[in-house]
């Protein structure tokens, strides 16, 4: 051992002297220097001047602060700023550093200032044989049966030398002995491996341990080796295979049984002693699935489960178990597991088609879901009864194998029911059993089967006149039960039959919304009501429709102000004169102002009333009829004149209104109220003064030949009747009205609480002063119906006076 240590130094020695002459081979390539170095040289060893090598000036490394840059290198290399020289500052192990690498190279960069300058620098790292070849085991131990035949190799350990190149290379060398020998053999990639070579029988009996060296050298200089002890063991021949009990076992479970439990025991013997006669079980062909579920015990031979058992996964196992014993002598046998379903598992079902939506309209049979109920028990297990709800509506049929078909067996509406929620139910004929439910939602589609229907089928909508044209006046709606397309709807308008006037020119309709626009304005006056027909069509194929009324009733506005029938006013603008005779008493019917209204209801309630008059207690005007009556009895001598203007006004708010001047003259002397004819016609600008002349003279005239008239016919009447009472009333009072027309307004605007009879001329527009007499229970058809009044209540004396009396007035007129 010493003499190797002194071959170790002196090699060592020889290495160092010749990396000290490497150091100085040295060269400078591309700015780059190189060094190489023997690794275990020894601390402060010189690789070379840096300083030099880089071209610096040896005095100026302190001041340029000259230093090596790297975290590896740093540890094993530094620089003497006084000389320039690199040192080796610590100890270097190449197979530290790199490892079984065939070059190793340590780099570093010399840093240095003022100016700035990085160099790099590498340091190659070469071997030295300082690693011994190694065995893995320092015992190897080789068992050889005694009944091995010469020629037999067995495979030893290869060495392993951590140097590299020539250093790594091993030699192996056997101690003598006449046993064995020592044999190689070379791999693929001329690696070689020692194997023991038998040259001689062995013989247990005699000798069952060998120990030889085995001794491996490098080829280093200097060479070191390693040994290892190669223990031999020479075994008894075992020439008895182990024995199972059967050569099949058969055994029976029940799936789901516990994990760990006990599925059976097999056994083996073996003839034997000693180690041929120890006997170890172990599954040698066993599918991946068995080999999850189940295990042996190599010891005892107990089969278990270590996993749960499925009958679903497999119903069946087939496994191989080996016995082995001590000599590796080795027989089988077989297992055969038999797996007992379990009820264990519910029907499943499983949806292959699903129709859905249907139309509503489907026929009875149609089908719906195609279905398929599967069991993943077995027998009874698996047998399974299937049935569903709503079995009013749907059926379940069998199809084929295991596939069952729903059909409908009634008819379906959508509006009614939208969809249908089906829950199969399953239930197989285990004990116990097991159940199962599966609920399909089958949706009903929408077909054009429902109308559009009205809310109302007549509408009525009232609509004031003089309304503004384009504003909405009505809404209409419509509600169809179906969906979608079919539920929308388009409404439109036509003329109810014998309307002569297209509705469009009245009104419009919106064809979605259903409201309706005035297309003009109405007047009550001209229609008060009209009816028309709106129709709602649905967009469906093909559509539907339905129809409603509507009834639009024109609202009644006060837009009509009163119109006065009597007295009528003057073409001239001139007032009209009543002549009362003086005699009359209180309450005696001077005359009666009639006026009409073209509106309605409370727009056309007239009243009547006095907003001018010179003398108020005088008269009296009823608002409710329009009769100016003598509020107070006359002095038989006294004359008055009186000057009123009736207001007659309607009942709206505002309420309108119309008037007309009269003059009132009490007196019983015709010549009396000359003077106011004479004003009337002073009063229009447009005569000539002969034309003046000639009425006064013509006036004149006639008052004189009337006043010898009403002398006569007064004293006859006197004689005939002394209680007849005389007043004027014109007898235009209904000869410009239509009796139709009075017909129509008989609801109190137009009362007439007397009858009256009427004389008049042949012409009816040239009287104007009448006489009054009552009577009894007369028509208003004999009020109008002069003629024939004057034949039944006049006597002629009185036809002859009414006629001239009409004809002066006439006369008058004309020229006035």
């Avoid at 230093?67 to 740093?74: D, G, P, Y």
């Avoid at 008894?236 to 789901?256: A, C, G, L, T, W």
Wanted: proline share 4%; charged share 20%; net charge negative.
């Amino acid at each position: 051992m010493k003499a190797q240590q002194q071959q170790t130094y002196k090699g060592i020695r020889w290495q160092v002297i010749f990396s000290f002459l490497f150091i100085y081979l040295y060269h400078s390539v591309s700015g780059q220097l190189h060094y190489s170095v023997f690794e275990e040289s020894r601390k402060g060893s010189v690789l070379g001047n840096i300083a030099k090598g880089l071209g610096l000036n040896v005095n100026d490394l302190s001041s340029r602060k000259f230093r090596i840059v790297s975290h590896v290198s740093e540890k094993y290399f530094a620089v003497n700023l006084e000389n320039g020289n690199l040192y080796i500052k610590d100890r270097i192990d190449r197979e530290t550093l790199c490892g079984s690498a065939a070059t190793c190279t340590l780099n570093f960069e010399a840093l240095v200032e003022n100016p700035l300058n990085v160099f790099h620098v590498n340091v190659e790292i070469q071997d030295t044989n300082d690693n011994p070849p190694c065995f893995p085991d320092k015992i190897i131990e080789v068992k050889i049966i005694e009944s091995a035949l010469p020629g037999a190799r067995f495979i030893l350990q290869n060495a392993h030398d951590s140097d590299v190149g020539s250093n790594s290379l091993v030699s192996y060398k056997l101690s003598d002995n006449q046993q064995f020998t020592l044999g190689e053999k070379t791999s693929n990639d001329g690696s070689k491996t020692p194997e023991l070579v038998l040259e001689k029988s062995l013989d247990h009996e005699t000798q069952n341990i060998y120990e030889l060296v085995l001794t491996a050298s490098d080829a280093g200089n200097p060479v070191q080796t390693g040994t290892a002890l190669i223990k031999i063991i020479i075994t008894d021949s075992n020439d008895n295979f182990p024995v199972f009990s059967q050569d099949v076992y058969k055994i029976s479970i029940h799936e789901n049984m516990p994990i760990n439990s006990s599925v059976l025991f097999v056994n083996a013997t073996d003839k034997d002693e000693g180690s041929n006669a120890e006997i170890s079980y172990f599954f040698k062909t066993i599918s991946e699935n068995a080999h999850n579920k189940f295990s042996i015990n190599s010891k005892t031979g107990e089969v278990q489960t270590k996993a749960v058992i499925d009958f679903e996964e497999a119903s069946y196992y087939e496994i191989s178990v080996q016995a082995k014993d001590g000599g590796g002598l080795v027989t089988q046998s077989k297992v055969l597991i038999q797996v007992i379903d379990e009820n264990d598992n519910a029907p499943q079902t499983s949806i292959s088609s699903l129709f859905s939506p249907i139309p509503e309209d489907s026929p009875i049979g149609t089908v719906v879901a195609l279905i398929k109920i599967n069991d993943q028990d077995s027998g009874e297990n698996g047998e399974v009864d299937c049935q569903i709800t709503d079995k009013d509506t749907f059926k379940l049929i069998p199809s084929f194998g295991n596939y069952y078909k729903i059909i409908t067996i009634s008819a379906m509406d959508r509006e009614k029911v939208p969809l249908y929620n089906i829950t199969i139910k399953t239930t197989d004929k285990g004990f116990p059993a097991l159940f199962n439910s599966k609920a399909i939602t089958l949706e009903i589609s929408d077909i054009n089967d429902n109308p559009p229907v009205f809310d109302k089928s007549t509408y009525i909508a009232f609509i004031t006149e003089n309304n503004t044209p384009g504003a909405s006046i009505f809404s209409i709606h419509a509600s169809d039960e179906d969906i979608n397309e079919n539920a929308k709807l388009f409404y439109s308008i036509f003329n109810s039959d014998g309307e002569e006037v297209s509705v469009s020119s009245y009104l419009s309709i919106n064809p979605v919304t259903g409201v309706l626009y005035a297309q003009r304005s109405f007047d009550y006056e001209q229609q008060k009501d009209f009816s028309l027909q709106i129709m709602a069509r649905d967009n469906g194929s093909p559509y539907l429709n339905s129809n409603a009324t509507l009834r639009i009733c024109i609202v009644d506005q006060n837009d009509n102000a009163p119109m006065i029938l009597y007295p009528a006013a003057s073409e001239t603008g001139s007032t009209l004169i009543e002549v009362v005779p003086h005699f009359s008493t209180e309450g005696s019917l001077v005359t009666k102002v009639v006026a009409v209204d073209e509106d309605s209801g409370h727009n056309a309630f007239l009243s009547y009333h006095f907003i001018q008059s010179s003398e108020t207690t005088l008269f009296t005007i009823d608002y409710r009829t329009g009769e100016i009556k003598t509020a107070c009895a006359f002095h038989e001598k006294d004359t008055f004149r009186q000057k009123v203007v009736i207001m007659v006004k309607d009942n709206g708010n505002p309420y309108l209104s119309a008037t007309v001047i009269l003059h009132l003259v009490v007196t019983d002397n015709f010549h009396e109220i000359l003077p106011d004819i004479s004003n009337r016609v002073n009063n229009i600008d447009s005569q000539s003064d002969l034309q003046v002349y000639l009425i006064i003279a013509l006036a004149l005239i006639s008052f004189l030949f009337i006043l010898t008239i009403l002398i006569v016919i007064i004293s006859r009447c006197k004689l005939s009747k002394s209680s007849t009472n005389f007043s004027s009333l014109n007898t235009n009072l209904y000869s410009q009205v239509d009796p139709r027309f009075l017909s129509q307004y008989n609801n109190g605007t137009l009362s007439l609480p007397y009858s009256y009879n009427v004389c008049v001329a042949l012409d009816s527009n040239e009287s104007n002063f009448t006489f009054r007499k009552p009577a009894q229970n007369i028509p208003v058809e004999n009020l109008i119906d002069a003629d024939s009044e004057i034949g039944k209540e006049s006597s002629s004396d009185q036809v002859c006076v009414n006629f001239l009396l009409n004809v002066i007035d006439f006369r008058l007129h004309k020229h006035v």
